[in-house]
């Protein structure tokens, strides 16, 4: 008891991470079932009913405002830029890419709290990050290779979803640095969620996508991907709040592995020597991160 006690949020981390990586997988399948933004506003809707059923309806009042405004306000923004990424990605294999260019934000959290904090790491730390981003452009390169013509190429091929996962690994990375000095130790997750269904409900209307077509598949479908797609998002909120958030950063680099894995099995996707090639870069510089990152602890001025 006292071992899960002390490690608790990095086990919360640890659980969260394999959750998420159903994320791509459920998100891509409820986009083509419904469309881009009907699909993300139902499953958003879903985990908020979910997380108000487990954690019970929260209330405004006791959450500190910096961290609803400003907190609220990155979650609700990344959430849509990662959902319609994802949904509006010409093929599966475009999504996936979406979604490997969106686990940048485990070493970009990573460098944030180094300069945020002030944090003494060892210079390995850089070049390992380095690896990351050089892995994340070896997937996208394809089976040409890594070339400034064919990453350009297969940008300028849905430039808007490039753009949309770039930002979305930015804005989570601000995010996990942001909450854990503005939270005040609260978790309103319930309520973010609840406010990015409501924007992509509002997107909805606004947009000329088709109405909906339930199905006992998809419905089950959407059911599943709120309930584990709620519960991964809690865990990682209690995490960032009361957990290491470099170690947590340096652990989600596994999340690029679990979630190819889990997106090429589930939406049926042969991969490229490449894109698995990619992959292994991200998780070298992973290794490499959470090595240097652990034998010399970081120095934080207070």
Not at 201 to 220: C, I
Not at 226 to 251: E, H, M, P
Request: glycine share 8%.
């Amino acid at each position: 008891m006292s071992f899960l006690s002390k490690h608790k949020y990095i086990l919360f981390g640890m659980l969260a991470i394999l959750l998420w990586s159903s994320l791509t997988a459920f998100i891509r399948d409820l986009s083509e079932l419904f469309s881009p933004i009907g699909g993300a506003a139902l499953m958003y809707s879903v985990s908020a009913l979910f997380l108000m059923i487990v954690m019970g309806i929260p209330k405004i009042k006791n959450f500190p405002k910096p961290y609803l405004i400003i907190g609220g306000a990155l979650f609700v923004t990344y959430e849509i830029c990662l959902a319609l990424s994802l949904g509006m990605a010409n093929t599966r294999l475009q999504a996936m890419e979406m979604a490997i260019i969106n686990y940048l934000w485990p070493a970009l959290t990573i460098l944030l709290t180094i300069i945020v904090n002030r944090s003494k790491v060892s210079f390995l730390v850089y070049p390992s990050i380095a690896i990351a981003f050089f892995g994340v452009a070896w997937c996208i390169g394809g089976d040409q290779g890594l070339s400034v013509t064919s990453l350009m190429a297969n940008i300028a091929d849905n430039p808007l979803t490039y753009l949309m996962a770039f930002s979305a690994a930015i804005i989570w990375a601000i995010y996990c640095t942001v909450t854990i000095k503005i939270s005040g130790g609260k978790n309103a997750i319930t309520l973010f969620f609840i406010a990015t269904a409501s924007t992509l409900w509002l997107q909805y209307a606004l947009s000329d996508e088709p109405g909906f077509t339930f199905t006992t598949q998809s419905s089950f479908t959407l059911l599943i991907a709120g309930i584990v797609i709620g519960s991964g998002y809690a865990l990682w909120n209690q995490a960032v709040i009361g957990g290491n958030i470099i170690l947590l950063g340096t652990l989600s680099y596994f999340t690029p592995i679990f979630s190819t894995v889990f997106a090429s099995i589930y939406l049926s996707v042969a991969l490229a020597d490449s894109f698995l090639q990619g992959v292994v870069l991200v998780t070298i510089g992973s290794l490499i991160c959470f090595w240097v990152t652990r034998t010399k602890k970081p120095v934080v001025d207070n």
